[in-house]
């Protein structure tokens, strides 16, 4: 089911014309197919494709040597971005090639809960220092 996904990931990336990537660190990108709206996080994996690990809409990103740190409004195809939603997310960064980087993932979580989480995991906020500004 997994390799079915990344497949079909894979395929709607790879099959679109408008498409704007920006690399975070290591094999994790920040990137969007046809609206920027749909920008999600993503973790290549060397010589097979990508692999999704935040849903659209990320707008925010930041990093340090062990976790990314993520701000996203919760899209739907129906409806779109929701900006009156902000989730944070923090994703262990893998050492190794993995096929399910979004297992290790913490999160949706709130802004208190995340600010606590992240003191507990890293002893010092990370700075958020991608933003789209539009999508805020």
Avoid: W
């Avoid at 997994?2 to 290591?26: P, Q, R, T, W």
């Avoid at 996080?41 to 340090?64: A, D, K, L, M, R």
């Avoid at 740190?69 to 050492?95: C, L, W």
């Amino acid at each position: 089911m997994k390799i079915m996904c990344l497949i079909s990931y894979c395929a709607l990336i790879f099959s679109c014309n408008n498409f704007d990537e920006k690399h975070i660190v290591g094999p994790y990108h920040l990137a969007y197919t046809d609206i920027s709206e749909q920008t999600t996080i993503y973790y290549e994996v060397e010589g097979f494709g990508s692999v999704g690990v935040i849903p659209e809409t990320v707008y925010s990103v930041g990093y340090n040597n062990s976790f990314i740190v993520a701000k996203q409004h919760p899209y739907s195809d129906e409806n779109g971005m929701n900006r009156t939603i902000t989730n944070y997310f923090i994703i262990p960064i893998a050492s190794q090639t993995t096929f399910t980087p979004e297992a290790g993932v913490i999160g949706p979580l709130g802004e208190t809960e995340f600010k606590e989480k992240i003191m507990e995991l890293n002893k010092e906020p990370i700075e958020f220092s991608i933003s789209i500004n539009k999508l805020k």
